[in-house]
């Protein structure tokens, strides 16, 4: 079974960090982009950045560009989201999902797995 587990949310402050991990199983892992995305309540699910797998270059949305990183390990079929100087506006679940395209991507329809999510809440 395809599978990617986020995990890594929790309850912070304003200006705090927290690293997202989502690891992949079930699928070619090496041959998938990975993108993250959050959706906060009411509204819609929102990009937050990608990492390629071809060269692990990355992008990011404006409201992040930054503030967080993203990282893979392919031996550990693993991306990680380094989220710094977290604000109350980044509060929503986080989710990755993985993309067979090699240029980005930042529409939810463009990717094939996606995770069940993980909760990051940013306290002011």
């Known amino acids: 079974d395809v599978q990617l587990q986020a995990s890594g949310g929790g309850l912070v402050q304003t200006g705090d960090s927290l690293r997202l991990s989502c690891v992949a199983s079930?699928?070619?892992?090496?041959?998938?982009?990975i993108g993250w995305f959050r959706q906060a309540p009411g509204k819609e699910r929102e990009f937050v950045g990608w990492?390629?797998?071809?060269?692990?270059?990355?992008r990011y949305g404006d409201s992040v560009k930054g503030r967080f990183a993203i990282s893979r390990d392919n031996a550990k079929s693993t991306v990680y989201l380094q989220m710094n100087s977290l604000k109350p506006e980044d509060t929503g679940v986080y989710y990755c999902?993985?993309?067979?395209?090699?240029?980005?991507?930042?529409?939810?329809?463009?990717?094939?797995?996606w995770g069940q999510g993980t909760q990051v809440t940013v306290s002011s």
């Open positions: 999902a993985a993309s067979p395209w090699y240029q980005l991507k930042t529409g939810t329809s463009e990717y094939d797995y």
């Open positions: 079930g699928f070619t892992f090496d041959d998938y982009a």
């Open positions: 990492i390629s797998y071809r060269d692990r270059s990355t």
